[in-house]
């Protein structure tokens, strides 16, 4: 009886609402209209009780105050405070002997999300959940001075080896990717749609407004052969602007700024109108690409990670590209944002603040926005005379299968224009004391032992496979590297302040594998490593680091 009666309570409330909104004087904006609805309620019952369509085309702020209820029904209590983000267990990688694991095949990730996130939490005061510290993606938040790729292909691999800086008697080698930038005015024509959630979870000045001001600075990016239509979800999901030219920046702007936060989260019915949005309006040739906006809090309708996962899995077969750009704190989901957008042939990035935005969606367009080369992957085959064992730095979630490498029908990573992809592996040489690989029992069918059958001075080789962004043959490229002795001090601002990030990365992580880390090492070699830095992006890190050093104390 007494949820009865709550439901018929909020009911009335709505009705009371919409009448006081329908009354209101007609100087007021009026509130944007959705021009169609895929209703999306979680039972029976709830969709006999739910108000007429018509009462349910206005996404209104519903501000959540103690006593009241939160879109899952829960009460706020006073002075209450909620905090459900999650991240993923990452179970790091560990080092293999080479005679048993000679291949190490991986996905590229281009995605940045980990290092606003940790910005953040150090920004705040706190330091970052280990599962929120991806290695390789505060590796790949910056810019790099790689040579440009000359040849047909879309990028150039570069290499270097030196000593390790957390373990001077290892080697770290530092594989860097470029990817060919092509000019603004020379990429294809996009088909966007964006996909904004409009939800109660998103009525906080770090959420909505933050996101409507990033969607207006991508506006400002549309030249006349783009398009864009948004889509907004919260109870339900609408389309509140058809695609328009990009020419149109007032018209879209006015629906972006129209747009308000209210009700339950919706998302999987938000992506799927995305997707048919994006279908219906396809550029054959062109940049098909859905952005989505949100804390990644979805509670109603296809919602959990598998069902979203397998339906994104299947959107993708249509040519349409899926980015996200998380928002907020204290309820965002990070392990869902980052395997949608993987699944979805996107990139994932963390919007903490304006900065973050127009570092994403302006000075990096190209690199978020247009992809050059898919499925992107890398197999290394490190020569056992020289290398006793091995463990790559990151990349935990984008580990592959050996096969999978010649596989096209496996998924793996994209590449945006002008991109740069970094990977470090740390390497024990052959002669050197392993202290971390284990032992195992003799084999009794067969002989525990593998010759060494080449005498090159290769240390490894690496091969890398892709396709176009409509293709769906790979290509490969081989790569030997051999090891010149160069001395830590000898290499590239790129190798070095690659170095202090993962390095970085294991000090926050608290690794096992952080040997003789130290914040103030790492403050030096990016100190010594921050070359021109022309956004400042190096700079701040450094005061990062400064800044966890002192809570690390505490």
Not at 44 to 68: H, L
Not at 216 to 241: F, P, S, T
Not at 521 to 540: C, F, H, I, L, T
Request: hydrophobic share 35%; aromatic share 8%; proline share 4%.
């Amino acid at each position: 009886m007494k949820i009865r009666i709550a439901v018929l309570a909020a009911l009335l409330c709505t009705v009371i609402a919409c009448n006081q909104h329908t009354n209101n004087s007609s100087s007021k904006a009026e509130k944007l209209k959705v021009q169609e609805v895929t209703m999306a309620p979680v039972s029976k019952d709830e969709a006999k009780m739910a108000p007429p369509p018509s009462q349910q085309q206005n996404f209104t702020t519903n501000e959540i105050k103690p006593g009241e209820q939160m879109d899952d029904g829960k009460q706020v209590l006073e002075n209450e405070r909620f905090n459900t983000e999650d991240y993923d267990n990452i179970v790091e990688n560990k080092f293999l002997a080479t005679t048993q694991n000679p291949l190490s095949t991986f996905s590229i990730d281009v995605d940045e999300a980990a290092y606003s996130n940790i910005r953040r939490y150090l920004e705040n005061g706190s330091m970052p959940p280990a599962g929120a510290v991806r290695i390789e993606e505060m590796i790949n938040y910056f810019d790099y001075n790689y040579e440009k790729p000359a040849n047909d292909d879309p990028f150039n691999v570069i290499t270097e080896i030196a000593d390790c800086p957390w373990s001077p008697q290892h080697k770290l080698v530092h594989i860097g990717l470029q990817g060919k930038e092509i000019p603004v005015d020379n990429l294809p024509p996009s088909n966007m749609v964006f996909l904004v959630d409009v939800s109660g979870s998103m009525d906080e000045p770090n959420k909505l407004p933050l996101v409507k001001a990033s969607m207006n600075m991508l506006v400002d990016q549309l030249r006349e052969k783009d398009k864009v239509a948004i889509v907004v979800y919260a109870g339900n999901a609408g389309l509140v602007l058809p695609s328009t030219n990009g020419t149109n920046k007032t018209k879209i702007k006015e629906a972006i700024d129209n747009l308000e936060a209210g009700g339950s989260t919706a998302g999987g019915e938000g992506i799927k109108l995305a997707y048919k949005t994006a279908r219906e309006n396809f550029i054959k040739g062109g940049n098909n690409r859905i952005i989505l906006a949100t804390d990644g809090d979805f509670n109603v309708g296809p919602s959990s990670d598998d069902e979203l996962v397998r339906m994104i899995e299947q959107e993708r077969k249509s040519g349409v590209f899926l980015s996200i750009l998380g928002y907020g704190m204290g309820n965002y989901k990070d392990n869902k944002m980052q395997q949608l957008a993987d699944k979805g042939n996107g990139n994932h990035s963390y919007i903490d603040n304006i900065n973050e935005a127009r570092k994403v969606l302006v000075n990096e367009f190209g690199s978020t926005l247009f992809t050059i080369a898919k499925d992107v992957k890398i197999q290394i085959e490190f020569n056992p005379a020289k290398v006793q064992a091995y463990r790559l730095v990151g990349y935990e979630n984008r580990m592959l299968a050996a096969e999978d490498f010649n596989d096209d029908a496996k998924d793996a990573g994209e590449l945006g224009s002008g991109h740069t992809v970094t990977a470090l592996y740390e390497i024990i040489p052959v002669g050197v004391k392993d202290d971390f690989t284990k032992s195992v029992d003799p084999l009794k069918y067969q002989s525990n032992e593998k010759k060494v059958i080449s005498n090159s001075n290769e240390m490894l080789t690496i091969k890398l496979r892709y396709k176009k962004p409509d293709g769906d043959v790979s290509k490969l490229i081989v790569h030997p590297v051999t090891d010149t002795h160069t001395e830590l001090a000898a290499t590239s601002d790129n190798f070095r302040f690659s170095a202090a990030v993962a390095e970085f990365g294991l000090l926050l992580r608290s690794s096992e594998y952080k040997q003789q880390s130290s914040y103030q090492q790492v403050v030096n070699m990016a100190k010594g490593a921050k070359g021109a830095d022309d956004n400042g992006y190096r700079a701040e890190f450094i005061k990062l680091v400064q800044s966890a050093t002192s809570l690390a104390k505490n």
